[in-house]
């Protein structure tokens, strides 16, 4: 038997009406109660949210409104609005400019006053980058700098956000503790080369830096996998006399392993300043002066311009990678496109950004408390319910497809590679993965076992969160088995599932 249509305009109303308010709670599907018993979590250390995003249907949640810790799935948060304010053609910039005349010397021009590296927040100036912007310039027939080389980071305030900031770890030179700048040099990284040979390790950098020295002796041999060399790691210590830094590594290396990690072991401008002397002498050129902080003149002309590639490209790294600081420094990207007049330093304005973008949006900004936009940190808060709310919205704006591309597939790449390979989510679910010490978390869109999408977000809070993964891996099986608005696992909303 058939029923006729009800007119477009009774539907929109139905259909806005089953997607107004929270879910009612309602009981947890059984495959997660038994997952949460045989994990030892209560079911009050969990959140979830689910709204249908391409068909009629309630809301489904439980605390879904609850401000959680979200770990990495804050991501979402700093990627979606991106996109929208700022557009996947927003692009990163470094440029070297200076208000110094350009005189002839006796091999080449000289710059006669100080060279102006300055930043505009990109987040790829790797030692080739940096390397091609000085070429460029020696190019252009400049052989000698007979001024400073003043590093301007003034594009965010402050400039140095990391000076004075107690470390989020034991581990503040790991790179996803980096706390980034408007001019990241290297990513703030040392990249070094460590070799086990039969008498210790040798440790060298690349490229190899006047003036540092870098002692393994340290660093005991020991019988381990080659890819779990930073298990063993311990914090290194820096010691400068006069021209002469010496880092010390401590800890332990595995026997027969070669590795190349790229760590936090200098302070920024001395990285800066040591591989800008070696990359410009390498080029032939000359500098007499130092390399310190300050900030382009007004007038300072340019003369050496790199852009960045498109943030909607380095979103699908970002995202799938969880990269910390590539997000940080996005969200401050937010903070410089805020209003004129936005008061306060370039994070707080980008918190301003986030709220403006949720309230045209019609989403309660209450739960949010942003703090850097990547969810490595223990104030930042939002629930399930507005991350799913803001999937939604994504979903229905002109950046979609921008998005997803960026989300980890589950059993296929990033941070979900390795999980739900059996499920029916597998290949089809995008999910943003979020980890801390008490936090695990999942948010973005899924189909169900009728093969409708939906825009999902779970997290768990508690201090053994690290074994709640597979909870949120149930929930998710589950819900690509059945569907989230089916009876084991519905929350209805006001006006029930819609017709």
Known sequence: MSFPRPPLFLMALLLAAAFAGPARAQPLPEPVQRALQAAGLPASSLAYAALPLDHWGGRVGFQATRPMQPGSTMKLVTSIVALDVLGPNHRGFTELVSAAPRRPGPDGEVLDGDLVLRGGGEVELGVPQLWALLMELRDSGVREIRGDVLLDRNRYSPPRADIGLPPFDSAPEFPYNVIPDALNVAGSLLPLKLQATADGVVATTVPALDGLVIDARGLRLVDARCAD?????????????????????????????????????????????????????????????????????????????????PWGELLRHLNKASDNAWTRVLFHELGVAAPAGTPGPTAARADQVLRDWLRRQGIDDTPLVSDNGSGLSRRERVSAQLLAEMLRAAWRGPHRHDLLATLPTVGVDGTMRLRLRDSPATGWARLKTGTLRNVVGLAGVMRDGEGREWAVAMLINDEAAARGRPVLDALVDHWARTAPDAPSSRGVGPLGDGP
């Open 229 to 309: 060399w930073s298990e063993h790691w311990q914090p290194a210590t820096t010691a400068r006399r006069g021209d002469i830094t010496t880092v010390t590594l401590n800890g332990a290396f595995p026997r027969g392993c070669t590795a190349r990690p790229a760590l936090q072991l200098l302070d920024r401008d001395e990285l800066a300043e040591r591989l800008l002397r070696t990359l410009w002498q390498g080029l032939g050129g000359r500098l007499t002066g130092r390399v310190r902080e300050g900030m382009a003149p007004a007038g300072a002309a340019v003369l050496v311009r790199r852009q960045g590639r």
